[in-house]
T-cell receptor, first 109, second 113 residues
Framework: TQLLEQSPQFLSIQEGENLTVYCNSSSVFSSLQWYRQEPGEGPVLLVTVVTGGEVKKLKRLTFQFGDARKDSSLHITAAQPGDTGLYLCAVFNTDKLIFGTGTRLQVFP | NAGVTQTPKFRVLKTGQSMTLLCAQDMNHEYMYWYRQDPGMGLRLIHYSVGEGTTAKGEVPDGYNVSRLKKQNFLLGLESAAPSQTSVYFC????????????FGSGTRLTVV
């Protein structure tokens, strides 16, 4: 059983569309992180959310931590081809991160 | 700043051969990690270290060994490679303290034939 369930697994959209990806769990977390991984590279940290209900914005990306701190969402406004990649959520378990299996996003021009 | 550097970037091994993957970080991070990434399986933790001279097992440690003799380096060894170890291997590091994110290397693509 996966601790973090991400949906959808795959998403193909046209440039300019909006999208939301989700990270869900039955467990409560003190914080949650989102990473983006481009082809041939390692994941890069986008944001850390800590407080239930917290919303953080990073340009066209909006991250929300659920009120109960069990889930999170990532919304991208007016997607661009440069947003293409694998989006991973992750939570700390003692000293180490546990990752979800990711949402693979493809944005076509 | 180099960040986290992994060598080699690509390698092909024959079944039964051994090799060592090197991870080096120049950020004075205390914690270092080795993950493998396989299609549909996500990133799975192999071994990790919370400081120089210490190592611990992760989720999938069998068939791998690690050493952290110096704070900046974390070595991953395969004593007798198997086709099931074909994967992309990522090293990461982070500072001590809650909520610090990982800095990842760019990965090593290993194929065992």
């Amino acid at each position: 059983t996966q601790l973090l369930e991400q949906s959808p697994q795959f998403l193909s959209i046209q440039e300019g569309e909006n999208l939301t990806v989700y990270c869900n769990s039955s467990s409560v977390f003190s914080s949650l992180q989102w990473y983006r991984q481009e082809p041939g590279e390692g994941p890069v940290l986008l944001v850390t959310v800590v407080t239930g209900g917290e919303v953080k914005k990073l340009k066209r990306l909006t991250f929300q931590f659920g009120d109960a701190r069990k889930d999170s969402s990532l919304h991208i406004t007016a997607a661009q081809p440069g947003d293409t990649g694998l989006y991973l959520c992750a939570v700390f378990n003692t000293d180490k991160l546990i990752f979800g299996t990711g949402t693979r996003l493809q944005v076509f021009p | 700043n180099a960040g986290v550097t992994q060598t080699p970037k690509f390698r092909v091994l024959k079944t039964g051969q051994s090799m060592t993957l090197l991870c080096a970080q120049d950020m004075n991070h205390e914690y270092m990690y080795w993950y493998r990434q396989d299609p549909g399986m996500g990133l799975r933790l192999i071994h990790y270290s919370v400081g120089e001279g210490t190592t611990a097992k992760g989720e999938v440690p069998d068939g791998y060994n690690v050493s952290r003799l110096k704070k900046q380096n974390f070595l991953l060894g395969l004593e007798s490679a198997a086709p099931s170890q074909t994967s992309v291997y990522f090293c990461a590091s982070r500072s001590r303290g809650s909520n610090y994110g990982y800095t990842f290397g760019s990965g090593t693509r290993l194929t065992v034939v």
